[in-house]
């Protein structure tokens, strides 16, 4: 299946952090859907996504794994709150690329507070991907 595809079935763009999808191995999008992206620092938050990259990579390298893939159930779950926690803030009213409802709510960037993002993604590395959010093999 292709990226797009997978997009078209789920009715909308999906991404683990905005970095991770699942089905998709060893692929990571800076900046993707349910990232901070264009609502922060972009390149404050584009240095916290790279930084986690190269965490998956460097720990895939020392485990000897040769795949690390997000589960689907946690990039559902990740989307699912990112659109909750956009429902009635002013981005949400708003007719634009982000708001896949058009002004209706359901925002496809993650509007939750940055320091949170920024932990999140360093826990992930700290446990070494072993959250129970992603695969490695």
Partial sequence: ????????????????????????????????????????????????????????????????????????DAELEWVNNSERLGFNKVQSACQNWYNKDKGKGALQVYTGELEGYRKSLIHDVDVKFESGSYKLN
């Fill in 1 to 72: 299946i292709k990226l797009h595809q997978k997009w078209e079935n789920n009715g909308r763009p999906t991404a683990f952090y905005g970095i991770h999808v699942s089905g998709f191995p060893n692929c990571y999008i800076m900046q993707g859907p349910h990232s901070p992206s264009v609502l922060s620092c972009m390149i404050y938050s584009s240095e916290l996504q790279a930084d986690h990259i190269v965490g998956a990579v460097s720990t895939c390298k020392n485990l000897s794994k040769g795949r690390i893939e997000v589960v689907e």
